[in-house]
Each structure stands twice: as C-alpha cells, then as structure tokens.
C-alpha cells in the first residue's frame, strides 16, 4: 500500500439493501477460531450483535472485499479482547465523522464492546506499523500488529476515518 499499487473495486455500493457485508463478516466471526489457540473467537458468555440500521445506510461506493477485510480486522480485535458482555456492530448514515464534516453520503460504522478499555498511551499505539497495546492481554495474542494499520490506511483510502474511543 505504501507504493500506492493497491487496486480498488469500486464496483460495488454499499446499499440499504446490500448491508451483506456486515452480516457476512458477522456470520464468519461467530464460526471463527483463534489461530494460535483453535478456540472460538468468540469467548463463552459474549454474545456479538449486527446492530446495522438497514433503511438509514446511505448508498455508498466502496471495495466491498477491503471494507470487508477491515471490518473483520476491526471486530476481531474487540473480540478478542472482550472476556464478557458484548460486541456490537453498528451503521448508520452520517456527515460528521470524530466531530469533522465528513460531507454526505458517508457510512459511520462502530464497534462497540464491553472490554477492560484501553489506556490513551496503547491507543496512540494501535495505528502505527507493529504498534501492539503493551499488557498481558494483547501479548495472549500472536499478532503482527499490523492488522489496524493496515485497516487504517485502508479506510483513508476511501476517504473515511478511523479512531479509537476508550472510557
């Protein structure tokens, strides 16, 4: 990506009626199992919820094998570091992006879960090559960290945002 050879298909539009994506990606993570591990992705006592609101997605172009690629990166990840409760996917339409004007015609996807958070110094970390949340749970896992940079530079490239919240 850093040569700018990436190739996007813009073929397809992201439409209220074709939402398939997220329901796509959903579906894969629930039958998921960790690599290192062979266990579900999903920890026994989580449920994962498509909380799309499917009549107020705007149509959007967009490669749906990328969003794809970054919605599976992204889910995981609060999968993998959520121990109880819930995940929770969520679209809807938006013109404000992380408090920017966004313009029209844009998607606000989030993913929400119910894990110990993150600490502001890990999430300065998250988007950078390598870049790995420094605590016993993010070492579990034998990630690259490169998988939410990769998302990031992604997302960018379709000319959206992506941001970590913590409280």
Same mark, same amino acid.
């Given at each position: 990506?850093?040569? &700018?050879?990436?190739?996007?298909?813009?073929?397809?539009?992201?439409?209220?009626?074709?939402?398939?994506?997220?329901?796509?990606?959903?579906?894969?993570?629930?039958?998921?199992?960790? %690599?290192?591990?062979?266990?579900?992705?999903?920890?026994?006592?989580?449920? $994962?919820?498509?909380?799309?609101?499917?009549? &107020?997605?705007?149509?959007?172009?967009?490669? =749906?094998?990328? =969003?794809?690629?970054?919605?599976?990166? %992204?889910?995981?990840?609060?999968?993998?570091?959520?121990?109880?409760?819930?995940?929770?996917?969520? /679209?809807?339409?938006?013109?404000?992006?992380? &408090?920017?004007?966004? &313009?029209?015609?844009?998607? !606000?996807?989030? %993913?929400?879960?119910?894990?110990?958070?993150?600490?502001?110094?890990?999430?300065?970390?998250?988007?950078?090559?390598?870049?790995?949340?420094?605590?016993?749970?993010?070492?579990?896992? /034998?990630?690259?960290? $490169?998988?939410? !940079?990769? !998302?990031?530079?992604?997302?960018? =490239?379709?000319?959206?945002?992506?941001?970590?919240?913590?409280?």
């Amino acid at each position: 990506m850093q040569t &700018g050879a990436v190739q996007f298909s813009w073929e397809g539009v992201l439409t209220p009626h074709r939402t398939y994506v997220d329901a796509q990606v959903v579906h894969s993570l629930r039958h998921a199992k960790d %690599v290192s591990s062979g266990n579900s992705l999903i920890a026994e006592g989580v449920s $994962l919820r498509d909380d799309v609101n499917k009549t &107020g997605v705007p149509n959007v172009k967009a490669d =749906l094998h990328r =969003l794809s690629q970054v919605l599976f990166n %992204v889910i995981g990840n609060a999968l993998k570091f959520t121990q109880k409760g819930q995940v929770s996917v969520k /679209a809807r339409a938006c013109n404000n992006a992380n &408090g920017k004007e966004v &313009g029209t015609n844009f998607v !606000c996807i989030s %993913v929400q879960d119910t894990g110990n958070g993150i600490s502001a110094e890990d999430i300065g970390k998250l988007f950078k090559e390598f870049g790995q949340a420094n605590n016993d749970k993010a070492r579990q896992f /034998a990630g690259t960290g $490169l998988g939410l !940079c990769i !998302c990031k530079e992604l997302v960018e =490239l379709h000319g959206g945002e992506i941001w970590v919240e913590s409280v």
